[in-house]
């Protein structure tokens, strides 16, 4: 069956760093666009990242642009969410998100925590 499975999360200082990992299985992870979602307490779940199916095209949200890098890897079925300069905004649940036409999948979410 169908599975995104997030990884990387945790607890990390501002200004730190972190990389979230998406392992995908169960369809055809190149054919489909692949997302960064992240929600936070009392917000509605907002886009961070979004990258093409052969990572030529890329877009971030404006709060994350400059510190959040999005990649892929196909031949692992893998996305990637690196994370610098990583601010108390940032805390959230981010989530895995995958899009092909009406066909998309979400993963648990991760939990990360920026904090002194």
């Known amino acids: 069956q169908v599975q995104l499975v997030e990884s990387g999360g945790g607890l990390v200082q501002p200004g730190g760093s972190l990389r979230l990992s998406c392992a995908a299985s169960?369809?055809?992870?190149?054919?489909?666009?692949m997302s960064w979602y992240r929600q936070s307490p009392g917000k509605e779940r907002e886009l961070v990242a979004t990258?093409?199916?052969?990572?030529?095209?890329?877009n971030y949200a404006d709060s994350v642009k400059g510190r959040f890098t999005i990649s892929r890897d196909n031949a692992k079925n893998t996305v990637y969410l690196q994370m610098n300069s990583l601010k108390p905004d940032d805390t959230a649940v981010y989530y895995c998100?995958?899009?092909?036409?009406?066909?998309?999948?979400w993963g648990q979410g991760t939990q990360v925590t920026v904090s002194s």
């Open positions: 998100h995958a899009k092909l036409w009406f066909d998309e999948y």
């Open positions: 169960g369809f055809t992870f190149s054919t489909y666009r």
């Open positions: 990258i093409s199916t052969t990572g030529g095209y890329t």
